[in-house]
């Protein structure tokens, strides 16, 4: 009997150990939080390193320790320790998704991650994995629309500078077997970028940069037109997008002036 008293004395004191550890874990996610909205990020940091020690289930600190080492995070700059930030936030954000696979924001986050870098078959994968969690998400749409840009504008302009034209000389390409070798690889890619546009559109008919990306896809397809017909019917499909999305921000803009951001809101609740 003495023996059973024992192991449930070591066993109660085990579950009051993880109780409290849990407890300050909470704690330090809390402060952390409070650092991080004050913008210091580097405290956040520590302060939800410290949670996820205490506690290392605590999934939310540690989608907390990702999303601050992501905030400190500067796309486009090779400097060793901004490069460090990314990789934290990568593998923390992979730890997440270890504990809960379905969780949208570290999906999102690793997405992102990967089109700041612009990796953009990584980020593709990661949006197709977003759009498999949330498959009404417009931004996961709008972001694919845009990797098939960023894969197939720097290729076209290269190849109409190689032939010599000017950006505003009109299409299309007359090199034909240039513009078969552009369409034979980068046809694809074009129309898997406008039927990503189109379901973002789809999901949010006021997606006016969806309609911007969706102008400058047309219009820069209509380059490899077989005919001169052909390429001013889609010039003129671009033209209709890009008055689209013109006429969209300003209705926005007009609506966002009436509803007034300076309004005081009521809180419903209060007595």
């Known amino acids: 009997m003495r023996k059973v008293m024992l192991v449930l004395a070591v066993a109660a004191l085990a579950v009051l150990g993880m109780s409290c550890n849990q407890l300050k874990a909470r704690d330090q996610l ?72 379905k969780n949208a924001i570290a ?26 969690v949330e498959p009404q998400n417009a931004d996961a749409y709008y972001s694919m629309g845009f990797i098939a840009w960023s894969k197939w504008y720097p290729v076209y302009g290269g190849a109409r500078a190689a032939l010599g034209m000017r950006q505003e000389d009109p299409g299309p390409i007359k090199d034909k077997k ?46 490899l037109a077989d005919t001169k017909e052909e390429y001013e019917k889609q010039v003129k499909v671009a033209d209709d997008w890009i008055q689209k999305a013109l006429a969209t921000k300003k209705a926005k803009a007009e609506k966002k002036n009436k509803t007034g951001s300076g309004s005081i809101v009521l809180d419903p609740n209060q007595k």
């Not at 949670?51 to 500067?74: C, H, K, N, W």
């Open 107 to 132: 999906i999102a986050s690793i997405a992102s991650l990967n089109l700041n870098q612009k990796k953009w078959d990584e980020a593709q994968q990661w949006f197709d994995k977003l759009i498999a």
């Open 30 to 101: 809390n402060k952390g939080v409070q650092a991080f909205t004050a913008a210091q990020y580097s405290e956040a940091v520590e302060r939800f390193k410290t949670a996820v020690e205490l506690d290392p289930g605590f999934s939310a600190a540690r989608l907390y320790l990702a999303t601050a080492y992501m905030q400190q995070y500067i796309p486009g700059s090779d400097d060793p320790d901004n490069v460090k930030m990314a990789v934290a936030a990568y593998d923390n954000f992979k730890k997440v998704l270890e504990q809960e696979p």
């Open 178 to 223: 240039v513009k078969e070798d552009l369409k034979a690889k980068y046809g694809p890619v074009i129309d898997a970028g406008l039927a990503a546009l189109d379901k973002a559109l789809q999901i949010n008919p006021e997606y006016d940069d969806a309609m911007a990306y969706e102008n400058l896809l047309v219009r820069e397809r209509a380059d």
